[in-house]
Every structure is written in structure tokens, then in C-alpha cells.
T-cell receptor
Framework: KQEVTQIPAALSVPEGENLVLNCSFT??????LQWFRQDPGKGLTSLLL?????REQTSGRLNASLDKSSGRSTLYIAASQPGDSATYLC?????????????FGKGTKLSVKP | DGGITQSPKYLFRKEGQNVTLSCEQN?????MYWYRQDPGQGLRLIYY???????QKGDIAEGYSVSREKKESFPLTVTSAQKNPTAFYLC??????????????FGPGTRLTVL
């Protein structure tokens, strides 16, 4: 059964710092991997989606990488801002049937201090 | 504006009552999903639907029921059989359930509290 782990559970950094959030998964047979952002009491916003054939995706100050063989993904945030403060969730999608649904990690709660 | 709406934002239920959470999307998506989120936990899939008049159980379907009579609507009923229903409920939709680049779009959520 696929399991997704995110480390650390919480992270506090000063404004302007570059940072990396980690996601690991136990079954490398994935269709894609997605990173989401969740603000307190809100729904999820999709940030980046990496297909299994891709190595990385970039959007603005965000860069996500995928290493299927090692079961790892990282989300790199450049020049962090207080507005980046949120919980970041990683989710993987397997193949077929119920495995085709997203399996989520518990998230990393990021706090960027002014 | 295109998107997903959920109502109500907050819902209070007495023990033994059934309640229904609404989810509507105007994105013309085929697939819709219901997740439950508990504090400090990742999202867990309750039910999903790939097409009108069809739906499948997710990982934690016991005590819940759904219907998909219209493409844009996927209501979730939390029945009295659900032993611990207090949670944050999120609805999502995607263009279709199986594409490699298929992104799920989420609604704002409903917080259900059992009194």
C-alpha cells in the first residue's frame, strides 16, 4: 500500500531564505506527483504537477523535482515571503482502480517570518 | 467565475442525525471526489465518481453515502452510522479521473462538528 511521508512536519524560516520541502513515497509505480498549498481553514490549491516521465516542473519561485527510483520529491521555494506561509501537501497518484486516486502526505506547515 | 462551491461552510449535527454536504462545480469536469481531513492528518478519500450515475468507495466510505445524478453536483451524506464525523470535508473535481496530467481542483471545504 502506498504511503507518503513529508518531512519536516513544520518549518520556520526568515523572509528571503531559500528552502526545500521533502516528500517520500514507498511505491515508485506512480502516475504523477502533485504539490498543493493549503491556507488555514481553506481548500487546497494545486501548485505543481510532475508526470512520472518528468524530472521537474517550475512555476515562478517554485521548483519541484521527482526521483521515482528513490521515491522522493522536493519542493524548492526561492526567496521566501511571509505570503508563502501555509501548509504544503504532497500527493501521488498510482495506476488504475482505487490506486488511481491521490494518496496524500500529512503536510509541512511553513511559517515565513518578516 | 468557474470553480467549485461547497455549502455550508460550517455545519453542526446532533448525534443520530444524518446531514448532507453540498458540492457543485461549473468546470465541466467528469470526475468528482470527497475527502476528509482531520487535524495533523493528510486527506483521506471517502468516495469518488468518474461519471454521472456512477461512483466508487474510497478508503473510508463506511458511514457515508453519495449520489451523482448531475455532472455538476456530488452531494455527500454523513449518516448516523459514521462514528466520528467531526472533521473538515473537502470536495474536488478533475477533468477526468485517469489522465497523467489530470489536476484536482478543490472547493473551500465544510467543517462539520457533532454536538
Amino acid at each position: 500500500k502506498q504511503e507518503v511521508t513529508q518531512i519536516p512536519a513544520a518549518l520556520s524560516v526568515p523572509e528571503g531564505e531559500n528552502l526545500v520541502l521533502n516528500c517520500s513515497f514507498t511505491d515508485s509505480a506512480i502516475y504523477n506527483l502533485q504539490w498543493f498549498r493549503q491556507d488555514p481553514g481553506k481548500g487546497l490549491t494545486s501548485l505543481l504537477l510532475i508526470q512520472s516521465s518528468q524530472r521537474e516542473q517550475t512555476s515562478g519561485r517554485l521548483n519541484a523535482s521527482l526521483d521515482k527510483s528513490s521515491g522522493r520529491s522536493t519542493l524548492y521555494i526561492a526567496a521566501s515571503q511571509p505570503g508563502d506561509s501555509a501548509t504544503y501537501l504532497c500527493a501521488v497518484k498510482g495506476y488504475g482502480g482505487s490506486q488511481g486516486n491521490l494518496i496524500f502526505g500529512k503536510g509541512t506547515k511553513l511559517s515565513v517570518k518578516p | 467565475d468557474g470553480g467549485i462551491t461547497q455549502s455550508p461552510k460550517y455545519l453542526f449535527r446532533k448525534e443520530g442525525q444524518n446531514v448532507t454536504l453540498s458540492c457543485e462545480q461549473n468546470l465541466n469536469h467528469d470526475a468528482m471526489y470527497w475527502y476528509r481531513q482531520d487535524p495533523g492528518q493528510g486527506l483521506r478519500l471517502i468516495y469518488y465518481s468518474q461519471i454521472v450515475n456512477d461512483f466508487q468507495k474510497g478508503d473510508i466510505a463506511e458511514g457515508y453515502s453519495v449520489s451523482r445524478e448531475k455532472k455538476e453536483s456530488f452531494p455527500l451524506t454523513v449518516t448516523s452510522a459514521q462514528k466520528n464525523p467531526t472533521a473538515f470535508y473537502l470536495c474536488a473535481s478533475s477533468m477526468r479521473a485517469g489522465g497523467p496530467s489530470d489536476t484536482q481542483y478543490f472547493g473551500p471545504g465544510t467543517r462539520l462538528t457533532v454536538l
